[in-house]
């Protein structure tokens, strides 16, 4: 069992930075993969990013690559999205996931609660 605690979110200016913290409870963390998802407001919820249980392999969404960073640190049970050049389309509630390396919903069995990001143009 994973609990996931999403932090960070907050309101901030197109072509700012936020950076987002997911902690994790339970000692298995360091076993799964990590996902960040979001939802816009009347949208599906959508793939961002993954990174792999060792942090050596990671995976982006074409529409944040060279913008986004994933990494975690399990020493601290704590995997991270480093946003830059924040654009208002990246508005949307930010969702932390644990499970397969992938960018299917499916493939992750435990989520946080959300973090909101407000990107104001």
């Known amino acids: 069992q994973v609990q996931l605690v999403e932090s960070g979110g907050g309101l901030v200016q197109a072509g700012g930075s936020l950076r987002l913290s997911c902690a994790a409870s339970g000692r298995t963390f360091s076993s799964y993969s990590m996902g960040w998802f979001r939802q816009a407001p009347g949208k599906e919820r959508e793939f961002v990013a993954a990174i792999t249980w060792s942090g050596g392999n990671t995976y982006y969404a074409d529409s944040v690559k060279g913008r986004f960073t994933i990494s975690r640190d399990n020493a601290k049970n704590t995997v991270y999205l480093q946003m830059n050049s924040l654009k208002p389309e990246d508005t949307a509630v930010y969702y932390c996931?644990?499970?397969?390396?992938?960018?299917?919903?499916?493939?992750?069995?435990?989520w946080g609660q959300g973090t909101q990001v407000t990107v104001s143009s």
């Open positions: 996931a644990a499970g397969g390396y992938s960018d299917s919903r499916a493939a992750y069995a435990y």
